[in-house]
Nanobody, 127 residues
């Protein structure tokens, strides 16, 4: 089991940047593929980006490609989401999630496959 805690959300102007962090409690962080999802008011939770257990493979939603970057530091049990060139449509609660796939290179993109979730952190982008 793993517990996830997000941080780094806040209010930023369009075009600005934020860096989200997700700290995992547990000694087997490197066993988990990690992902970031977001949920805007009145909308379903959607996949944003994922990273494999090894950190070598990543996958991005088309809406954030070229603007967002995911990374992980297995020594610190932390995954990061660097968000640049933010747009008002990026406004949402951002959630960190963890899954335990068999392969080191698997990027998990499906919400239902993730077993563990953080409590979320609010990101608001003003125009």
């Amino acid at each position: 089991q793993v517990q996830l805690v997000e941080s780094g959300g806040g209010l930023v102007q369009a075009g600005g940047s934020l860096r989200l962090s997700c700290a995992a409690a547990g000694r087997t962080f490197s066993s988990y593929a990690m992902g970031w999802f977001r949920q805007a008011p009145g909308k379903e939770r959607e996949f944003v980006v994922g990273i494999s257990r090894s950190g070598i493979s990543t996958g991005y939603a088309d809406s954030v490609k070229g603007r967002f970057t995911i990374s992980r530091d297995n020594a610190k049990n932390t995954v990061y989401l660097q968000m640049n060139s933010l747009k008002p449509e990026d406004t949402a609660v951002y959630y960190c999630a963890a899954d335990k796939p068999a392969l080191m290179s698997t990027v998990v993109t499906t919400r239902s496959e993730y077993d563990y979730w953080g409590q979320g952190t609010q990101v608001t982008v003003s125009s």
